[in-house]
């Protein structure tokens, strides 16, 4: 009974500890990080809508990768596109690019690390293959 009893008191001051590391603020990495994914996603549901407007197939392609350095100039030109204002899908999604390529320039520019600088990554790229289910 002794030994469970210790177990039981160890995890349970374990608990605290773990609720803390799920309340961290997030680093400036990790928001680039998870930004970028998520505007890369909205993109191919943007893509893929059927109610969406024939000028979102003119719209420069928009994979991010945010170890690249060219992903600046990716962000800049799909901002500064200058069709499909009316839609509202595409207006928020260069709000969100105007906001990941800000974060990118003015608060994060000392924590992150360009490991490359192939434009053409950012063009075609070459992505892991979709494992079957």
């Known amino acids: 009974k002794l030994p469970t009893m210790k177990m039981l008191l160890s995890l349970i001051s374990l608990l605290p500890a773990a609720l803390l590391v799920n309340a961290a ?4 990495y990790s928001r680039v990080l998870s930004l970028s994914k998520e505007i890369t996603e909205s993109f191919k549901e943007l893509q893929t809508s059927k109610a969406v407007d024939s000028c979102v197939e003119m719209l420069p392609r928009l994979y991010l ?3 690249n350095y060219c992903v600046l100039a990716k962000l800049r030109d799909f ?3 200058p069709r499909c204002e009316r ?6 999604l260069k709000e969100k690019a105007r906001s990941l390529y800000t974060i990118m320039i003015a608060y994060c520019r000392r924590d992150l690390v360009f490991l490359t600088d ?3 990554a950012l063009e075609n790229p070459v992505l892991p293959p979709i494992e079957p289910s």
């Open 118 to 120: 192939d434009c053409n």
């Open 79 to 81: 901002v500064a596109y």
């Open 25 to 28: 603020p997030p680093t400036c």
């Open 87 to 92: 839609v509202l899908e595409v207006s928020e």
């Open 65 to 67: 990768d945010i170890h």
